[in-house]
């Protein structure tokens, strides 16, 4: 195969009126917290997931930190969250004083609602308190999945154990933008809007980027109004400057809010892309023996941001770390997936329950280029190398 250039693991593709709405901003003068395109983003994100409310914020893990603040979570509480994750929604939940307890996997990667629901009735029990854990005496305040990698969470499980034993949920769809669900009862539903609260993420690899940035969704009023009070310096007189409460500057620009408006009118076509190398990834991978694409839960639909190869080392021949290498030194960028939360040094001493899917994917999880200007022709160059690197 002829050579071709470097195929980065996911990179950002500024097309259609960015140019026209950042110029605008420039030429306005408009490029800070004032103008109008952080309310127009907002009201975007509000049209295309249906959530009621958006606040805009100055990336995805601030959204975290402010939506587990608005739920309640205080310093020596405990919020359960998978192990298998992007660090951010862990350190949030350290940044309020509270602790994080690692929760395992399902399938698809995701917080694993059965493995939980053992958690909670055999490790907790219901006071007047609230829920307690009894290996620690904290009080477990609430339940934070995570979409990963687009993958929409089993929340109809994750909400029923949370109604039953008063746990708050904030969803971490900082991957998810534009997953939904096509059956049960959260049919047509997007990720994010589930919960209490959902945060979006902007950031250069996300499906929509503005940079950085992030939203907070939630279908209430006051939590929205709390949210964006909060992240926008706790004015409560604007003009002379009174401040009732300890406040943020967790803002979203204008400047950056203009380029996610431009970005998220392409968010459906960016789906339909991702969706389609997803499939011409999974048939030219059919044939490979020990390599098999992660699949989706049935009814839903993600956005597929993100493609997971699972690597079966005695079938495929090689291991991970050596296809990396390969597929590196023919121009292909890949990742393994990261390392698991209850064995970093920050968190080493937070409890962990029965952890054991989490470590089966994290030995074998290679995340191949997935961005959502990829061509069909640089996915069979990519499949290719995966066929000859063992
Ligand atoms: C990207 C990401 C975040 C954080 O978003 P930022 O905007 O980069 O702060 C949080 N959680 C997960 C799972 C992510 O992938």
Redesign the pocket.
């Known amino acids: 195969m002829s050579k071709q250039a470097f195929i980065p693991l996911s990179v950002p593709c500024i097309e259609g009126n960015a140019w026209k709405y950042v110029k605008e901003c420039l030429d306005t003068g408009w490029v800070s917290s004032a103008g109008k395109y952080v309310e127009i983003f907002e009201q975007k994100i509000c049209g295309y997931t249906k959530a009621k409310y958006a606040v805009a914020v100055s990336?995805?893990?601030?959204g975290?930190y402010i939506s587990l603040k608005l739920s309640g979570v205080e310093p020596g509480d405990e919020v359960l969250v998978p192990t298998l994750?992007?660090i951010?929604?862990v350190n949030a939940i350290r940044y309020l004083g509270a602790e994080p307890v690692f929760m395992d996997c399902d399938d698809f990667m995701n917080l694993d609602p059965v493995n939980m629901a053992e958690f909670v009735q055999s490790g907790c029990r219901l006071t007047k308190r609230g829920l307690i854990n009894k290996k620690t005496g904290r009080r477990v305040k609430a339940i934070l999945p995570?979409h990963i990698f687009g993958n929409p969470c089993d929340m109809q499980a994750i909400m029923g154990l949370a109604r039953k034993y008063g746990l708050k949920v904030i969803e971490?769809a900082?991957?998810s933008l534009g997953s939904s669900y096509t059956s049960g009862v959260y049919e047509n539903k997007f990720t994010g809007t589930i919960g209490d609260l959902g945060v979006y993420?902007?950031?250069g690899n996300?499906i929509v980027t503005t940079g950085?940035?992030?939203m907070i969704v939630t279908n209430d009023k006051s939590i929205a109004e709390k949210a964006k009070y909060l992240t926008t310096q706790a004015k409560d007189d604007a003009i002379r400057y009174v401040h009732n409460e300890v406040g943020y500057n967790f803002r979203l620009t204008n400047l950056l809010a203009a380029l996610g408006v431009a970005q998220i009118e392409k968010l459906p076509g960016y789906i339909k892309i991702k969706k389609a190398n997803y499939l011409e990834y999974k048939k030219r991978l059919a044939g490979i023996k020990g390599v098999t694409l992660l699949g989706t839960p049935a009814g839903t639909s993600p956005n597929y941001w993100f493609y997971s190869i699972i690597i079966d080392k005695d079938a495929y021949g090689a291991d991970r770390e050596r296809l990396m290498a390969k597929l590196e030194s023919s121009g292909i960028q890949t990742r393994p997936i990261w390392f698991l939360n209850h064995l970093q040094k920050p968190y080493s001493k937070n409890q962990a329950f029965k952890i054991e899917k989490a470590t089966w994917f994290w030995e074998r999880v290679l995340n191949v280029p997935c961005s959502s200007g990829l061509t069909k022709r640089q996915v069979a160059y990519v499949a290719a190398k995966i066929k000859s690197s063992n």
């Open positions: 990336n995805g893990t601030v975290l994750t992007f951010a929604p995570v971490d900082t991957e993420s902007f950031n996300k950085s940035g992030g």
